[in-house]
Nanobody, 125 residues
Framework: QVQLVESGGGLVQAGGSLSLSCAAS????????VGWFRQAPGKEREFVAA????????YYADSVKGRFTNSRDNAKNTVYLQMNSLKPEDTAIYYC??????????????????WGQGTQVTVSS
């Protein structure tokens, strides 16, 4: 089992940047694939980005491709989401999620077994 804690959210003006972190407990975090999702008020939770456990694959939603970068440092048990050129429509609670089992579907929230508590990102216009 793994526990996830997001940090790095906040208030930023449009065009600005934020860097989110997802810190995991446990010594086997390198065995987990990790995804980022977000949920805006009144909207469904949506996929943002994901990274495989051996860092050989990354995935992005079309809405963030070219602006967000997903990375991880398994030695630090941490996954990062660098968000640049932020837009007001990026405002949401951002969650990281993890899965250890085979059969990972990176874009599906149903594919993840563990979730963090979320961190608020607010982009003002």
């Amino acid at each position: 089992q793994v526990q996830l804690v997001e940090s790095g959210g906040g208030l930023v003006q449009a065009g600005g940047s934020l860097s989110l972190s997802c810190a995991a407990s446990g010594r086997t975090f390198s065995m987990y694939s990790v995804g980022w999702f977000r949920q805006a008020p009144g909207k469904e939770r949506e996929f943002v980005a994901a990274i495989s456990r051996n860092i050989d694959s990354t995935y992005y939603a079309d809405s963030v491709k070219g602006r967000f970068t997903n990375s991880r440092d398994n030695a630090k048990n941490t996954v990062y989401l660098q968000m640049n050129s932020l837009k007001p429509e990026d405002t949401a609670i951002y969650y990281c999620a993890a899965r250890r089992r085979e059969g990972w579907a990176p874009r599906s929230s149903l594919s993840y077994d563990y979730w963090g508590q979320g961190t608020q990102v607010t982009v003002s216009s």
